[in-house]
Nanobody, 124 residues
Framework: QVQLVESGGGLVQSGGSLRLSCAAS????????MGWFRQAPGKEREFVGS????????SYADSVKGRFTISRDNAKNTVYLEMTSLKPEDTAVYYC?????????????????WGQGTQVTVSS
């Protein structure tokens, strides 16, 4: 069973940048497809981005395409979410998720491991 711990959240001004990290332990990290999701108050958890086991394949929500980049370092058991040109509507708790798979996964029900989340707040 894999454990996931997110870090790197915080308060940033509109137009700023943040890099989130998700450290995994307890599993064969390189076997996992990794995903980032976010949940704003009163809203459902939504897909942000996903990266396959090798890092070759990625997928992004339209709302973040061109601004966010997901990457992974299998030697460090860590997946990253680089966020640029942040907007107030990006404010949410950001979660990383994992599942043993070979392709990117884009829905919450496809993942079976979740972190506790990290808060990102973008001020206008």
């Amino acid at each position: 069973q894999v454990q996931l711990v997110e870090s790197g959240g915080g308060l940033v001004q509109s137009g700023g940048s943040l890099r989130l990290s998700c450290a995994a332990s307890g599993g064969a990290f390189s076997s996992y497809t990794m995903g980032w999701f976010r949940q704003a108050p009163g809203k459902e958890r939504e897909f942000v981005g996903s990266i396959n086991w090798s890092g070759v394949s990625t997928s992004y929500a339209d709302s973040v395409k061109g601004r966010f980049t997901i990457s992974r370092d299998n030697a460090k058991n860590t997946v990253y979410l680089e966020m640029t040109s942040l907007k107030p509507e990006d404010t949410a708790v950001y979660y990383c998720a994992a599942r043993i798979h070979i392709i990117v996964l884009t829905t919450t029900t496809q993942y079976n491991y979740w972190g506790q989340g990290t808060q990102v707040t973008v001020s206008s």
